[in-house]
């Protein structure tokens, strides 16, 4: 929850308040060392970088690093990067009117310190939020010097101050980033000539614009994401400024089932109700694709995918509840096929696999559902459910059927508690959910090849 500003108006009511100018590397360590030393969580909705990336990324920003993050698409590395703002104080004074958001202790262009001569403590001052010390910016060929260090601004030179006046400059986004952060994604996609540019600002603190060299004393901190792929092929990051990035970190995916999990319920959005298990499944369909040989690794299989397929099978969902009149919507494993029609084109297959990217998703996906019913129905015995279906019995489910016609047309069991049993292990209590438990049974039957089944136009008959 945001508070408001701080009711201080002038420099020398900020001076008698007592405060006093940090740096920003400094601001950062002393409210990461308060953070750890309370207990609290820096790097909340962040999972599977506890043991791994969290360490070194604490350490680089307790030694005043700037930092890089290597890692492979849809491994989180903006989300952490943006994570950064946390850190920062939640209000920062600036002199008022500064273009490059100063402190009102510390001018550092040469209008804010003839200002700050002039008015002295009468100087006013402007509270600036953490949200706006953050900047970002996604490195394209495109890019040019005037977008991150500045250029000279024709209208200021029109109206009258000379080549030589350093207020003809227009300042570009690292200038304007002056005590925050500034975040460059896909750091070598940026030309080569361009991330020159940036040696002077990392190293010396100062820029050079056309000629011009002003000694800014700029306090910002230079972070950046590369995919290793394009860092050694498409793109590099050239050595004077690879080397001037204190830390090089490199991320990875969720290496546990339950943290693939907690990244999707945390970065889906869903429109229907979607049960623990078929997260699941759609958690172990992407670590098999992660490690499949058909599929090109380098190019990597990223979180997203997960994320994308979890919110198709609850808009498949909510489609069937709205067309059939179903009070709730429920997500099941027969949507799960929805997912596979559309996700296909997320993944890059290795040369040769051309004419099989369906079958070979299909059988990942065929894999996980497995694993999934293993963990979780291991030891119920289906034996009625088997011989009723091998008796000539059939289940029919499919995309447009609702639970309560898939509940309706199982088998009667007798005294057996065999649905009640899925349901419990499953934790289904509504009729959507139970509908799917039941449908998770009998693709893990089907799968064990105890039980047929026949597929066509939307419609499963298990029997």
Same mark, same amino acid.
């Given at each position: 929850?945001?508070?408001?500003?701080?009711?201080?108006?002038?420099?020398?009511?900020? @001076?008698?308040?007592?405060?006093?100018?940090?740096?920003?590397?400094?601001?950062?360590?002393?409210?990461?060392?308060?953070?750890?030393?309370?207990?609290?969580?820096?790097?909340?909705?962040?999972?599977?970088?506890?043991?791994?990336?969290?360490?070194?990324?604490?350490?680089?920003? #307790?030694?005043?690093?700037?930092?890089?993050?290597?890692?492979?698409?849809?491994?989180?590395?903006?989300?952490?990067?943006?994570?950064?703002?946390?850190?920062?104080?939640?209000?920062?004074?600036?002199?008022?009117?500064?273009?490059?958001?100063?402190?009102?202790?510390?001018?550092?262009?040469?209008?804010?310190?003839?200002?700050?001569?002039? #008015?002295?403590?009468?100087?006013?001052?402007?509270?600036?939020?953490?949200?706006?010390?953050?900047?970002?910016?996604?490195?394209?060929?495109?890019?040019?010097? /005037?977008?991150?260090?500045?250029?000279?601004?024709?209208?200021?030179?029109?109206?009258?101050?000379?080549?030589?006046?350093?207020?003809?400059?227009?300042?570009?986004?690292?200038?304007?980033?002056?005590?925050?952060?500034? /975040?460059?994604?896909?750091?070598?996609?940026?030309?080569?000539?361009?991330?020159?540019?940036?040696?002077?600002?990392?190293?010396?603190?100062?820029?050079?614009?056309?000629?011009?060299?002003?000694?800014?004393?700029?306090?910002?901190?230079?972070?950046?994401?590369?995919?290793?792929?394009?860092?050694?092929?498409?793109?590099?990051?050239?050595?004077?400024?690879?080397? !001037?990035?204190?830390?090089?970190?490199?991320?990875?995916?969720?290496?546990?089932?339950?943290?693939?999990?907690?990244?999707?319920?945390?970065?889906?959005? #869903?429109?229907?109700?979607?049960?623990?298990?078929?997260?699941?499944?759609?958690?172990?369909?992407? @670590?098999?694709?992660?490690?499949?040989?058909?599929?090109?690794?380098?190019?990597?299989?990223?979180? !997203?995918? /997960?994320?994308?397929?979890?919110?198709?099978? %609850?808009?498949?969902?909510?489609?069937?509840?709205?067309?059939?009149?179903?009070?709730?919507?429920?997500?099941?494993?027969?949507?799960?096929?929805?997912?596979?029609?559309?996700?296909?084109?997320?993944?890059?297959?290795?040369?040769?696999?051309?004419?099989?990217?369906?079958?070979?998703?299909?059988?990942?996906?065929?894999?996980?559902?497995?694993?999934?019913?293993?963990?979780?129905?291991?030891?119920?015995?289906?034996?009625?459910?088997?011989?009723?279906?091998?008796?000539?019995?059939?289940?029919?489910?499919?995309?447009?059927?609702?639970?309560?016609?898939?509940?309706?047309?199982?088998?009667?069991?007798?005294?057996?508690?065999?649905?009640?049993?899925?349901?419990?292990?499953?934790?289904?209590?509504?009729?959507?959910?139970? %509908?799917?438990?039941?449908?998770?049974?009998?693709?893990?039957?089907?799968?064990? !090849?105890?039980?047929?089944?026949?597929?066509?136009?939307?419609?499963?008959?298990?029997?």
């Amino acid at each position: 929850m945001t508070t408001l500003p701080p009711a201080i108006a002038t420099t020398g009511q900020l @001076r008698a308040s007592g405060h006093t100018h940090r740096p920003l590397r400094v601001e950062l360590r002393e409210n990461l060392l308060a953070a750890l030393a309370d207990g609290r969580d820096p790097w909340p909705g962040i999972h599977g970088f506890d043991d791994t990336v969290i360490p070194q990324l604490e350490r680089a920003l #307790l030694a005043g690093h700037d930092i890089v993050l290597l890692g492979e698409r849809g491994q989180g590395k903006t989300r952490l990067l943006r994570s950064l703002v946390g850190l920062l104080d939640e209000w920062s004074p600036v002199i008022d009117g500064s273009e490059l958001g100063e402190h009102p202790f510390h001018p550092i262009t040469p209008g804010s310190r003839r200002r700050a001569a002039e #008015l002295g403590d009468d100087l006013p001052v402007a509270w600036r939020h953490r949200a706006e010390r953050y900047a970002e910016k996604l490195a394209t060929p495109d890019t040019s010097v /005037a977008d991150l260090i500045g250029d000279v601004d024709p209208i200021r030179v029109a109206e009258g101050r000379s080549l030589g006046d350093p207020e003809t400059i227009h300042y570009g986004l690292v200038p304007r980033s002056h005590r925050g952060i500034v /975040a460059i994604n896909e750091l070598p996609d940026l030309a080569e000539r361009i991330q020159v540019s940036l040696l002077n600002v990392m190293e010396e603190r100062d820029i050079q614009i056309r000629g011009y060299v002003l000694r800014l004393d700029l306090d910002v901190l230079v972070v950046a994401t590369a995919n290793p792929e394009d860092y050694t092929n498409r793109g590099r990051i050239i050595t004077p400024l690879q080397d !001037r990035f204190g830390a090089e970190i490199r991320t990875h995916y969720p290496q546990t089932v339950e943290e693939e999990i907690a990244v999707i319920r945390q970065e889906a959005d #869903l429109v229907a109700e979607v049960p623990e298990h078929l997260l699941e499944i759609l958690a172990r369909f992407t @670590r098999n694709l992660r490690e499949s040989d058909a599929v090109d690794q380098r190019a990597g299989v990223s979180a !997203r995918f /997960a994320i994308a397929g979890a919110e198709t099978i %609850a808009a498949a969902a909510l489609h069937r509840a709205t067309r059939q009149h179903e009070a709730v919507a429920v997500a099941r494993p027969v949507d799960l096929e929805t997912a596979v029609d559309v996700l296909g084109g997320k993944i890059e297959f290795e040369t040769g696999e051309e004419g099989r990217e369906r079958a070979i998703l299909e059988h990942l996906l065929r894999t996980a559902v497995a694993d999934t019913a293993r963990v979780h129905l291991r030891g119920i015995d289906f034996r009625l459910l088997v011989e009723a279906l091998h008796d000539g019995v059939t289940v029919m489910t499919g995309e447009q059927v609702p639970a309560a016609d898939v509940l309706a047309g199982m088998p009667v069991l007798g005294e057996s508690d065999l649905y009640d049993r899925v349901a419990e292990r499953l934790g289904a209590q509504t009729s959507g959910e139970r %509908a799917g438990a039941v449908e998770l049974a009998l693709e893990a039957l089907f799968l064990e !090849r105890r039980i047929g089944k026949d597929s066509a136009a939307g419609e499963t008959v298990y029997g």
